[in-house]
């Protein structure tokens, strides 16, 4: 089945597996994007909203309870979303905390379906030391980001423009055409068509690549 922006129905998504490290992930083919952020940003609410599932990524009042990689199968076969692990608040053991680490910078820089990631950031605290962690690793791997500024509903229009405005053209400075920034609000429901057309573009062109893969072998 060929992925293009009309057959990808992310209200689809459906939890396929949890991973604890590289090994235990799906077969590395297709494409995927995945969600990281940390722990309080919003990142399990944002891809419920996009999915329209409010129970399908987990949330908790406690950060950090999401402590492996989950795979979210879509509608077409080979197409997937992913949810990091979340970082920075979670109150768990320093060894637990360089396990997660270790793990997900061996996913984030081995898996060849990686297309794209979505970046969760508080719009109200953007740019901590996790963020920066991810702006640098996208930098340095070519792998393109879109910025997710969670939370939008909690600042009045003004200050939320000009946060956007104002990391639009610092991110843009660090990585040129390969990253994205779109306001979001997963309790008023804003900004999903636009985090979605992006993740359309990404799966298809990372899909079509891989069925022409495919055929050449």
Not at 12 to 21: C, E
Request: net charge neutral; hydrophobic share 40%; glycine share 6%.
């Amino acid at each position: 089945m060929t992925a293009n922006v009309n057959s990808i129905h992310y209200n689809a998504a459906r939890f396929s597996i949890s991973a604890d490290k590289l090994s235990q992930c799906p077969d590395d083919s297709g494409a995927e994007v995945a969600f990281a952020g940390r722990s309080n940003a919003g990142k399990s609410s944002a891809i419920n909203a996009l999915t329209n599932n409010s129970k399908l990524a987990r949330t908790s009042k406690t950060p950090g309870r999401t402590q492996l990689i989950n795979f979210f199968d879509l509608n077409i076969e080979g197409l997937r979303l992913v949810d990091l692990p979340g970082y920075g608040y979670a109150k768990v053991p320093i060894a637990m905390k360089e396990h997660w680490q270790k793990h997900l910078d061996q996913y984030l820089q081995q898996r060849a379906s990686l297309k794209g990631v979505v970046l969760v950031m508080d719009i109200r605290h953007p740019m901590k030391e996790f963020d920066l962690m991810m702006v640098e690793w996208c930098q340095s791997t070519h792998v393109p980001l879109h910025v997710l500024l969670t939370k939008a509903d909690k600042l009045k229009r003004g200050p939320a423009q000009s946060t956007l405005l104002s990391l639009r053209k610092e991110l843009t400075a660090l990585l040129g055409d390969k990253v994205t920034i779109q306001s979001f609000s997963a309790l008023k429901r804003t900004g999903i068509d636009t985090l979605s057309a992006r993740l359309d573009e990404w799966l298809s062109q990372g899909f079509d690549e891989y069925e022409d893969e495919s055929e050449e072998s």
